[in-house]
């Protein structure tokens, strides 16, 4: 009876033919539940929208919005519901992309922020990680580091960057220190609460069963914080790609981020739309790209 | 109130594997000093299936993680008689879940080999054969929670024998599942337990199961868990949980055990209704 009553009050909740699905496979081993007339006609809409999972649906749906967006402003644009002069259309976007990419210059100042995003990203990511993991372990470690990343946590990145640049100079190493920097704090915090919430009686079996504490670490503490670093990692490189713009914004010759200084400085608006989407879409691509990166590392948990 | 030494009950001709002198736990909370453990005393012969049963808060848990090395005694002495050359002291099978999600069955089960760094043909040897045992070889790559709760605790019971322990530590490994699964994975853990004979600590709160699996039981006392009496169970092994508990002395153990529980739950009943009072 009681599955029953929990299932009805999610009927009543499911707003979206998915949830209704799941619904519906969850109700599908439960006869006694079609008797219910509420649930059976649940489950008739359900089967209606077709055989497809939940997640399959969810992963089209993350690909058609942004393109449905894109339809829109260029009605919008053509329309002159939009100024053409600060929203250019994205047909002519797509023209200006055709010429950035044509002449190299798009692809040239990608690579240049990929690199150093990835290097960045590894720079910060790793030693988070390991300190992270080692400050959810043990106590000490934690009081210790614990006052000196909520002190400087809060700091805006972007507010160090003149520091950044007296200390690494012009070149790659202070670009690359902003987005370790960005990197960093995410991936150490979730780090940290990731550990701290794996369930004791598993480091007293780690214990019990005369683990070393490299063996902990590897075998417990990062397995059962992955999931928490996971979303740390995500987070940490969303904080690279805006700290990446802005540190080739200022003293670069290369980027994304110089790409679209230099259009500002020499008013070529479809230019900066150019990278700025550019950016965008490497924001998306590292989604899905984590997403996927998290499928495979994580079994575990998704198993439904 | 007194404890027997071992040495006195009829049939005593093992060596002692586990001897407790003395033994004081106490913790310090907010309400200030509990004694968690006192007084016990206790003599383990080797191969032993050493019951402990106890109203709840009788410290028995906190008596086996002393023995696990999970936990440091406050007074008094644990004296345990060394393994073999390269054998491990002791594994523990935890209440509830104590699986590692992040790992299949076979990487569960073969977590004290890997962590002992054992060869890989030892490793596929023994946990296979435990597995099969258990009948999980179908589940080997199966995730935890893909598993039911009797499953689990196979699994866990698979992992403490796949290390090959000299003494086996069991901490109320049944107590979350449902009846039809406690008979069977008690039948299967006697089996199992049949071909090495290992020193077994059982701690439960079921006189059925201490009745059941046991050579000898401690009955505890709680506020604090001291050791009340120790029986001796004098049925015949290989034991079948089913055809024991038809026989009339199995019922007339079960009782005289209770008899001896009841004054304790009530006593233990009584104080905590007198600190919710007070």
Excluded at chain 1, 134 to 153: H, N, Q
Excluded at chain 1, 163 to 176: D, N, P, T, Y
Excluded at chain 1, 226 to 235: A, E, Q, R, T
Excluded at chain 2, 199 to 206: P, Q
Aim: glycine letters at 8%; charged letters at 20%.
């Amino acid at each position: 009876m009681t599955t029953i009553r929990h299932a009805n009050l999610e009927v009543g909740a499911a707003s979206s033919a998915g949830e209704a699905e799941e619904i519906a496979h969850d109700m599908a081993t439960n006869t006694e539940a079609a008797a219910h007339p509420l649930v059976t006609n649940k489950v008739r809409q359900a089967r209606l929208s077709g055989g497809m999972s939940a997640s399959n649906r969810d992963r089209i749906i993350n690909v058609i919005s942004p393109i449905a967006l894109l339809v829109l402003w260029e009605i919008a644009t053509r329309t002159g519901i939009f100024d053409a002069r600060f929203f250019p259309a994205p047909s002519q976007i797509f023209d200006t992309l055709v010429t950035l990419v044509g002449n190299g210059t798009l692809w040239n100042n990608t690579w240049a922020s990929l690199q150093r995003l990835f290097w960045g990203a590894l720079l910060g990511g790793v030693p988070a990680l390991m300190l992270g993991v080692a400050m959810g372990l043990y106590r000490p470690l934690r009081a210790i580091v614990d006052p000196l990343v909520s002190a400087t946590y809060p700091v805006p990145k972007s507010a160090i960057m003149p520091l950044i640049l007296l200390i690494f100079g012009l070149g790659e190493a202070s670009k690359i220190v902003m987005v370790a920097i960005g990197v960093f704090y995410p991936v150490l915090i979730n780090a940290v609460a990731g550990v701290r919430e794996i369930n004791k009686v598993y480091l007293d079996v780690g214990h019990n069963f005369r683990a070393s504490r490299w063996q902990v670490f590897t075998t417990i503490a990062v397995p059962g914080a992955l999931p928490l670093i996971m979303s740390g990692i995500k987070l940490g490189i969303g904080m690279g790609l805006i700290l990446i713009a802005i540190a080739e914004m200022i003293g670069a010759k290369s980027g994304l981020g110089y790409m679209i200084w230099n259009a500002w400085e020499v008013l070529s608006v479809e230019t900066m739309y150019v990278g700025l989407l550019t950016i965008a879409l490497l924001g998306f691509l590292f989604t899905l790209l984590l997403n996927e990166i998290e499928r495979v590392i994580i079994p575990w948990r998704v198993q439904r | 109130m007194a404890t027997v030494p071992a040495s006195t009950l009829a049939g005593n001709v093992a060596p002692v594997k586990i001897r407790i002198r003395d033994l004081e736990k106490s913790f310090d909370s907010p309400a200030g000093r509990v004694v968690a453990l006192a007084d016990i005393s206790l003599d383990i012969p080797t191969g032993c299936f050493f019951m402990i049963v106890g109203p709840s808060g009788c410290g028995k848990t906190t008596l086996l993680r002393i023995l696990a090395n999970l936990e440091t005694p406050t007074r008094g002495s644990v004296e345990i008689g060394s393994p073999a050359v390269g054998q491990p002291g002791n594994s523990m099978i935890f209440q509830g879940d104590s699986l590692f999600p992040w790992m299949t069955v076979w990487d569960n089960a073969a977590y004290g080999l890997a962590m002992r760094k054992r060869p890989k043909s030892e490793i596929d040897e023994v946990v296979g054969h435990y597995l099969a045992r258990i009948g999980m070889t179908r589940f080997a790559k199966a995730y935890p929670n893909q598993l039911s709760g009797g499953m689990r605790q196979r699994v866990s019971i698979a992992r403490a024998f796949a290390n090959n322990p000299d003494i086996l530590l069991m901490d109320e490994p049944f107590s979350a599942l449902d009846e039809q699964n406690k008979v069977m994975l008690q039948e299967e853990l006697l089996k199992i337990w049949e071909e090495t004979r290992k020193t077994v600590l059982f701690i439960t709160h079921s006189v059925d199961e201490a009745a059941t699996l046991g050579d000898r039981i401690m009955i505890m006392t709680a506020h604090p868990g001291r050791a009340k009496r120790i029986v001796d169970v004098p049925f015949d092994r290989p034991r079948h949980v089913l055809e024991l508990r038809a026989q009339p002395a199995y019922g007339e153990l079960v009782f005289s055990i209770w008899g001896e529980l009841r004054e304790e739950v009530q006593r233990a009943r009584a104080l905590d209704e007198g600190e919710v009072r007070s």
